[in-house]
């Protein structure tokens, strides 16, 4: 998503790349954690964090719906980038940032950090009260959001629960690699031996995928979990932006009828639903990734309904 080195933007897409031709994702460099233990640096409390996020970006897309399904819109506010990223990286637009005023996304790591050097990506978790980033590291922020505000949380589903945790961490492993990271390593290799690396252990993952869930509803145990959340944000973005522009072209999730149910029985959940906008995902690919559509048309297509009937009634 860019870089600052000693303070200068370099608009590299992403991360960077091996001199095979690979894309690698280095990690998120802010890695604290609100906690209610009483001796905590950041605790919960109402209004004290905001969440910024991208409606284009399915790591933070990730946090937006986790926000939802534990209550947690009063308590913990949002506001979004802009949908495309151009020069200067992920933009708050005329609308502005609502919190420290800024005009960038990477002002507010400089905020926090004037030194920082590394990559400006969403989500962020600021803390008002101590004017810095908690963390940036979406698989995180979501495990907080779901543990550590119970207090304002209430009859909210426990989307961590401790006897699935080993199973949720292995499928969330299984999935990140091949899939949730695996689009990206398709559409971003500069080879075909680096493309094709990642374009065959993504349709075995999705292929194992429509086999676990024709046979249950969710994808750990007989309830939703992270896990669900996770791969939900990589299938809802697929047939519209990573079967054409990431080369990720031998199936559609419509072509899987198991994996399509899933998507349409989530997606017709408001907590789902109503964080997708769809016309943003699609600007912010499309329009942003210049590297690989250097005309930045945003295809018109293609029809997409998540409301069609599926009867997965039947399973447990």
């Known amino acids: 998503m860019g870089l600052l080195v000693d303070g200068v933007w370099h608009t590299d897409w992403y991360e960077t790349k091996s001199s095979g031709g690979k894309f690698e994702r280095s990690e998120a460099q802010f890695r604290k954690w609100v906690s209610a233990s009483s001796n905590a640096q950041f605790k ?66 400089t905020t926090a950090d004037p030194q920082y050097s590394g990559r400006v990506t969403v989500p962020i978790l600021w803390d008002r009260q101590l004017k810095t980033i908690v963390s940036n590291e979406s698989a995180e922020i979501i495990r907080m959001l779901n543990s550590e505000f119970s207090e304002f949380s209430g009859n909210s589903p426990d989307l961590y629960p401790e006897p699935l945790r080993d199973d949720i961490d292995q499928i969330n492993a299984k999935i990140y690699e091949s899939l949730n990271n695996g689009v990206y390593r398709c559409g971003f290799a500069t080879t075909q031996a ?24 969710y994808l750990v145990g007989d309830q939703l979990t992270e896990a669900d959340v996770r791969l939900f944000t990589t299938l809802v973005r697929f047939d519209a932006v990573y079967v054409s522009h990431f080369k990720c072209n031998k199936k559609r999730i419509a072509d899987y009828p198991a994996l399509s149910g899933y998507l349409c029985d989530l997606y017709h959940r408001n907590e789902f639903s109503s964080t997708v906008v769809m016309s943003e995902i699609k600007d912010h690919y499309y329009g942003s990734h210049e590297s690989i559509n250097p005309t930045r048309i945003v295809p018109v297509g293609p029809e997409l309904n998540f409301d069609r009937a599926h009867n997965r009634a039947e399973l447990p």
């Open 44 to 109: 919960p409390e109402r209004n004290r964090y905001h969440l910024y996020i991208s409606h284009a970006c399915p790591w933070a897309n990730r946090t937006a719906i986790v926000r939802k399904l534990k209550n947690l819109e009063d308590v913990i506010s949002l506001s979004s980038v802009e949908a495309f990223m151009g020069d200067d990286g992920w933009s708050f637009g005329t609308d502005g940032d609502p919190v420290n005023g800024k005009s960038f996304a990477r002002e507010i790591y």
């Open 194 to 217: 680096s493309y094709e690396a990642a374009f065959y252990p993504l349709f075995d993952c999705l292929d194992q995928l429509e086999e676990r869930l024709s046979n249950q509803r």
